[in-house]
C-alpha cells in the first residue's frame, strides 16, 4: 500500500491559504511603497513577482516571495556571433552600473524598514519576517536582451551579477510566467498541483531526515515538470494522484539513467533556457532524486 491516500496528496496539491496570500500581497506592496517614497533611478523601474509566489507553485510554510526590481532606463545585450553592436543601433552606453542601481535599492530599504530588518546577500536583499509579511528577497535586476537576426527580434529577460564573484545570472521570469499558466490550462490545471505536491514531499523527505540534497531545488522541480509530456497528465481520467506520481518517478528516473541523453534537451520553464546547463544540479541529482522519493512513498 502507498504510504499516502489520493486525498493527502490531493491536500498537497492545494495552493497557499488567503492568509498566506495576503501575506504575500502585503510583502509585494512593503517593496512598491518603500521604493515610491524615495527617488530611485529617476523612476525608471519596475517591480514584479518573480518565482514560486508569483507563479502560484508555493507551498504552504515555506511561502517566502522574490521580488524583482528591474532597472528600465538601460539595458545589458547578447548578440549573435559575428554581429557588432553598431549593426544593432546599440551605440549610446548609459553611465548609470548595476552596482549603483544595487546599492540604491539597499539605500532605499534600510531607509524604510530599517537596518536590523535588511540584509544584503550575495545576489538579491533580504527583509525580514514580521507579524503582516513574509520573508521578501528583494532582486535587483536589469533588463537584458538576448538579440536575434535583427534589432527588433530579441528575447527579454532579466540580468544581476552576483556580489561575491561577479558571475552574471541571466533569466527569463515573465516568459515562465506566461508558460505555465499556459501548461496548468492545458493540463487541466493539474501542473501546478502535481509541482506542489512534489514540492511538498520533498520538504517533508528533509525534515524527517529521509533524504536530503541541497541541489534539489524548488526551481528544478517546477521545471523538471514542465517537461513532463501534457498526455501524462491523464487530464481525460479521474485524477488518481499515486497513479500520476507512479508514471512522473518512474519518467524521469529512466530518463536520467547513464544510458540516456533525453535529460540534456530539458529546458526551463521559460523556454528561453536549457535546464541542465549552467545549474548545481546534475542528471545524478535528479536519478537519485527519483529513487529516494519512490521509495519514500512506499511504491512496489
Aim: glycine share 4%; aromatic share 16%; proline share 2%.
Amino acid at each position: 500500500m502507498a504510504k499516502f491516500t489520493n486525498e493527502q496528496l490531493a491536500a498537497l496539491a492545494r495552493p497557499a491559504s488567503v492568509t498566506e496570500e495576503h501575506k504575500l500581497e502585503n510583502a509585494e506592496n512593503a517593496v512598491k511603497n518603500a521604493l515610491s517614497n524615495y527617488s530611485l533611478a529617476s523612476g525608471e523601474y519596475e517591480v514584479f513577482g518573480q518565482g514560486s509566489y508569483a507563479n502560484n507553485t508555493n507551498i504552504r510554510n515555506n511561502s517566502d516571495i522574490d521580488i524583482n526590481v528591474c532597472y528600465t532606463g538601460g539595458f545589458y545585450f547578447r548578440l549573435p556571433s559575428g554581429k557588432t553592436r553598431e549593426e544593432y543601433g546599440l551605440t549610446n552606453p548609459t553611465t548609470y552600473s548595476y552596482a549603483q542601481f544595487k546599492n540604491d535599492v539597499e539605500r532605499i530599504l534600510v531607509a524604510h524598514f530599517g537596518r536590523n530588518n535588511v540584509v544584503r546577500k550575495n545576489k538579491c536583499i533580504h527583509i525580514r519576517e514580521n507579524t503582516y509579511r513574509v520573508e521578501i528577497d528583494v532582486v535587483p535586476t536589469w533588463k537584458f536582451r538576448r538579440y536575434g537576426t535583427d534589432r527588433y527580434t530579441y528575447d527579454e529577460g532579466v540580468k544581476l551579477y552576483a556580489d561575491n564573484n561577479g558571475d552574471e545570472i541571466i533569466n527569463f521570469p515573465k516568459q515562465h510566467l506566461k508558460n505555465g499558466v499556459s501548461k496548468n490550462n492545458t493540463t487541466s490545471r493539474r501542473f501546478k498541483r502535481l509541482v506542489r505536491i512534489v514540492k511538498n514531499l520533498h520538504v517533508r523527505m528533509e525534515d524527517e531526515g529521509y533524504y536530503n540534497n541541497a541541489n534539489i531545488t524548488s526551481f528544478l522541480l517546477e521545471c523538471l515538470t514542465y517537461n513532463y509530456p501534457n498526455n501524462n497528465f491523464h487530464i481525460e481520467q479521474e485524477c488518481d494522484w499515486n497513479n500520476i506520481l507512479r508514471e512522473y518517478i518512474y519518467y524521469f528516473w529512466s530518463r536520467t539513467k547513464e544510458n540516456s541523453q533525453e535529460w540534456t534537451q530539458w529546458i526551463e520553464v521559460s523556454e528561453c533556457l536549457y535546464l541542465m546547463y549552467g545549474h548545481k544540479w546534475s542528471r545524478q541529482d535528479i536519478n537519485t532524486f527519483m529513487y529516494k522519493l519512490w521509495n519514500y512513498l512506499e511504491y512496489n
